[in-house]
């Protein structure tokens, strides 16, 4: 099956500068992949996605990459907020089943005013 | 609409006992499926269902059961909850959970202590 990989487990950043998290795939039939932000005691959301016949995605100050040949995403925030603080978790799922995801370990981002 | 809601919010439950977690969605979505979440790990799947009357194990399925008699609902039952399934339980929905233009929605969860 799918595994997926996300580093760093933790993240600090002054406000204002940037936040980079990476995953890795294993499973080639992938072509989905959704980023999910969750505050403390609140349910996943999803924030940005990335298909497979697209390399990169912007969404104001989020933006996703996409490396299917190293199977390798990455989101990265710019311009950060306190209120991006929150866990980020990375996800992928083959085109069959977009709902039967597989999630990273998440990472933990804290933006200090 | 509600969207997807879970009931009931916190559980504690003895090891050993049974109970069933509820989730209802109202956007008329085919797909559910049912998530936990331990600490400083991400979503497992357990159990989802591509519609009425039809469900399949996920990752970590042992110790559940689900069924989907109708559309709206898809209940998780534990049939004998064991400390190792004390966790964050997390519904979600997405209309066929067959197209990559499609957005999960995720219920606000439940908490399940078993001690």
Same mark, same amino acid.
Request: charged share 15%.
């Given at each position: 099956?799918?595994?997926?990989?996300?580093?760093?487990? $933790?993240?600090?950043v002054q406000e204002g500068d940037s936040?980079?998290?990476?995953? %890795?795939?294993?499973?080639?039939?992938?072509?989905?992949?959704?980023? +999910?932000?969750?505050? &403390?005691?609140?349910?996943?959301?999803?924030?940005?996605?990335?298909?497979?016949?697209?390399?990169?995605?912007?969404?104001?100050?989020? =933006?996703?990459?996409?490396?299917? $040949?190293?199977?390798?995403?990455? &989101?990265?925030?710019t311009e950060t907020q306190?209120?991006?603080?929150?866990? +980020? /978790?990375?996800?992928?799922?083959? /085109?069959?089943? =977009?709902?039967?995801? $597989? /999630?990273?370990?998440? %990472? %933990?981002? $804290?933006v200090?005013p | 609409?509600?969207?997807?809601?879970?009931? !009931?919010?916190?559980?504690?439950?003895?090891?050993?006992?049974?109970?069933? *977690?509820?989730?209802?969605?109202?956007?008329?979505?085919?797909?559910?499926?049912?998530?936990?979440?331990?600490?400083?790990?991400? *979503?497992? *799947?357990?159990?989802?269902?591509?519609?009425?009357?039809?469900?399949?194990?996920?990752?970590?399925?042992?110790?559940?059961?689900?069924?989907?008699?109708?559309?709206?609902?898809?209940?998780?039952? #534990? #049939?004998?909850?064991?400390?190792?399934?004390?966790?964050?339980?997390?519904?979600?929905?997405? !209309?066929?959970?067959?197209?990559?233009?499609?957005?999960?929605?995720?219920?606000?969860?439940?908490?399940? #202590?078993? *001690?």
């Open positions: 099956g799918e595994n997926v990989e996300q580093h760093p487990s $933790t993240l600090s936040a980079v998290i990476k995953c %890795t795939y294993s499973d080639s039939a992938s072509n989905y992949f959704p980023w +999910y932000k969750q505050e &403390l005691g609140k349910r996943p959301q999803l924030i940005i996605d990335i298909r497979s016949n697209v390399g990169e995605k912007k969404d104001q100050r989020i =933006a996703v990459t996409l490396n299917k $040949t190293a199977k390798h995403f990455s &989101l990265h925030i306190p209120e991006d603080s929150a866990v +980020y /978790f990375c996800a992928a799922s083959a /085109f069959t089943n =977009a709902g039967k995801s $597989t /999630f990273g370990d998440g %990472t %933990t981002l $804290t200090k | 609409n509600a969207g997807v809601t879970q009931t !009931p919010k916190f559980q504690v439950l003895k090891t050993g006992q049974s109970m069933t *977690l509820q989730c209802a969605q109202d956007m008329n979505h085919e797909y559910m499926s049912w998530y936990r979440q331990d600490p400083g790990m991400g *979503l497992r *799947l357990i159990h989802y269902s591509v519609g009425a009357g039809i469900t399949d194990q996920g990752e970590v399925p042992n110790g559940y059961n689900v069924s989907r008699s109708t559309t709206e609902d898809f209940p998780l039952r #534990l #049939l004998s909850a064991a400390p190792s399934q004390t966790s964050v339980y997390f519904c979600a929905s997405s !209309p066929t959970g067959q197209s990559l233009q499609e957005t999960q929605y995720f219920g606000p969860g439940t908490r399940l #202590l078993v *001690l």
